[in-house]
T-cell receptor
Framework: AQSVTQLGSHVSVSEGALVLLRCNYS??????LFWYVQYPNQGLQLLLK??????LVKGINGFEAEFKKSETSFHLTKPSAHMSDAAEYFC?????????????FGQGTRLTINP | NAGVTQTPKFQVLKTGQSMTLQCAQD?????MSWYRQDPGMGLRLIHY???????DQGEVPNGYNVSRSTTEDFPLRLLSAAPSQTSVYFC??????????????FGEGSWLTVV
């Protein structure tokens, strides 16, 4: 069965510092991977996704993630944090093909930006 | 373009009452789904549909019922509300579903409290 583990339920960085949010997955086949962001009292918005093209994926708001099959990881990074990046971030995985149409989410990481 | 619209935004129910959360999308998406979000648990799939007349269970289907009579609408019914169903509910849709690598678009959420 698919599963996603996000290391660290809370991450705090200073404004201008590197943001690194960790995501590891387990899947029986090469997966599709997604990062979503959720601002307070709102729905989820897609940041980026990996669908077996380039392993380094660039998303919105300056975020990017690299798919590393050997490490079963899809960590999210941003070189310089901005106050507006404070939100909760979710990593999610799905299995390609015509099987179960299920997107499995990690527990989420709350990102705090310190001035 | 309204996207995914959920109603109501907030609801308080008494234990044992029934209610329906409404979800509509205007993007002609085949795939629709319902998630619940609880602290520290990410989002968990309740039910999903890959087209009108077709529904399937997700990870936490007990206590919930769905139907898909049209492409646009995917209501979620709570049959007999319990305090354990206090949660934030998200409806989501995509062209064909996560196993196709399609982006899933989320509604703004429905906050449900069962007392």
């Amino acid at each position: 069965a698919q599963s996603v583990t996000q290391l660290g339920s809370h991450v705090s960085v200073s404004e201008g510092a590197l943001v690194l949010l960790r995501c590891n997955y387990s899947s029986s086949v090469p997966p599709y991977l997604f990062w979503y962001v959720q601002y307070p009292n709102q729905g989820l918005q897609l940041l980026l996704k990996y669908t077996s093209a380039a392993t380094l994926v660039k998303g919105i708001n300056g975020f990017e993630a690299e798919f590393k099959k050997s490490e079963t990881s899809f960590h999210l990074t941003k070189p310089s944090a901005h106050m507006s990046d404070a939100a909760e971030y979710f990593c999610a995985v799905s299995d390609p093909g015509r099987g179960a149409q299920k997107l499995v989410f990690g527990q989420g990481t709350r990102l705090t930006i310190n001035p | 373009n309204a996207g995914v619209t959920q109603t109501p935004k907030f609801q308080v129910l008494k234990t044992g009452q029934s209610m329906t959360l409404q979800c509509a999308q205007d993007m002609n998406h085949e795939y629709m789904s319902w998630y619940r979000q609880d602290p520290g648990m990410g989002l968990r799939l309740i039910h999903y549909s890959v087209g009108a007349g077709i529904t399937d269970q997700g990870e936490v289907p007990n206590g919930y019922n769905v139907s898909r009579s049209t492409t646009e609408d995917f209501p979620l019914r709570l049959l007999s509300a319990a305090p354990s169903q206090t949660s934030v509910y998200f409806c989501a849709s995509s062209i064909r579903g996560p196993s196709s690598g399609n982006t899933i678009y989320f509604g703004e959420g429905s906050w449900l409290t069962v007392v």
